[in-house]
């Protein structure tokens, strides 16, 4: 089935700090999304992308649908403490439910 | 308005035992999402309902997990025996009626199995 990998596995930063990660696939997607999970919680949408290279922003974070299909990114500018968490993407094709990626873990240090 | 209910948040069973999860989606929402989540990995969807309908259980372990929505409102999942490699955390997710790709997740379950 289709499988999504995600870049880096987990992040060190300092605070203050930029973050990009990204989010791959050997399959074409529809709609990409990104998700944020705290821990003891479920995953919280974050930002949802529709079309090949559609950049969204939301706050500090932007995430642009890549022009192949194959893959997206997330950026996060001046990260914060709160912004510590595991980000996942997710894929899909028109019709189908979404697949996740394995996540990245961040961890900010003050 | 209240989120994605979920009970237990926590169970440990032994190996070959049964367990059951129970959710409440969010009020009006017609689709819910029951998913797998193993320690260090992403949510991997078991089962998807419309109203009491089912219409994506393609990952559903259907020999030992079962899952229902009698009154499209509140579901199950259980899982009869349960194995060693069914730890995980179960996370259940709503959706609402023509409303777009946002799934809203509960707090879910955390599962171990000794």
């Known amino acids: 089935g289709q499988q999504l990998n995600q870049s880096p596995q987990s992040m060190f930063i300092q605070e203050g700090e930029d973050v990009s990660m990204n989010c791959t696939s050997s399959s074409i997607f529809n709609t990409w999304l990104w998700y944020k999970q705290d821990p003891g919680e479920g995953p919280v949408l974050l930002i949802a992308?529709?079309?090949?290279?559609e950049l969204t922003s939301n706050g500090r974070l932007t995430a642009q649908f890549g022009i192949t299909r194959k893959d997206s990114f997330l950026n996060i500018s001046a990260s914060i403490p709160s912004d510590v968490g595991i980000y996942f993407c997710a894929g899909a094709v028109y019709g189908q439910n979404f697949v996740f990626g394995p996540g990245t873990r961040l961890s900010v240090l003050p | 308005e209240a989120g994605v209910a979920q009970s237990p948040r926590y169970k440990i069973i032994e190996k070959r035992q049964s367990v059951a999860f129970w959710c409440n989606p969010i009020s009006g929402h017609a689709t819910l999402y029951w998913y797998q989540q193993i320690l260090g990995q992403g949510p991997k969807l078991l089962i998807q309902?419309?109203?009491?309908?089912?219409?994506?259980d393609s990952q559903l372990p259907k020999d030992r997990f079962s899952a229902e929505r009698l009154k499209g409102v509140d579901s199950t999942l259980k899982i009869q025996p349960a194995k060693l490699e069914d730890s995980a955390v179960y996370l259940c997710?709503?959706?609402?009626?023509?409303?777009?790709?946002?799934?809203?997740f509960g707090p879910g379950t955390r599962l171990t199995v000794l």
């Open positions: 997710a709503s959706r609402k009626p023509a409303g777009g790709v946002e799934q809203f």
């Open positions: 992308l529709y079309k090949a290279g």
């Open positions: 309902f419309q109203n009491n309908g089912v219409v994506d």
